[in-house]
């Protein structure tokens, strides 16, 4: 099991998401963490569309209504339960997700 706490669900409004940077396999990884209640999704911040970051403004990944991640680069919208792309130019490609868990409030890596 990992050691590598990510955040705290608190630090995240509920529906909203924010970036943090962790060490994966021994790379600093820039991370989209997303809440979603109790539950967190947490992806690469990598557009499939260009390989741009997806936040236009630091820890902005959520659409209008906070239904979809979006790529401030061209608008692409993606699925936050599985990082699926269903609108924009990626469509049909998808971010590439991180496994996690979460323990006792706590967001873990789970890799
Ligand atoms: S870089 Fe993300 S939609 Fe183009």
Redesign the pocket.
Known sequence: MSQTRLCSLNDIENGDSIGLVAEIDGLRTSLIVVRQGEQAFVYVNV?P??G?P?DFEPGQFMNFDRAFIM?A????LFNIHDGFCIQ???VGKSLTPIASEVREGQVWLAV
């Open positions: 557009c569309h260009t741009a997806l790529c680069m061209h608008g692409a924009g130019p990626c």
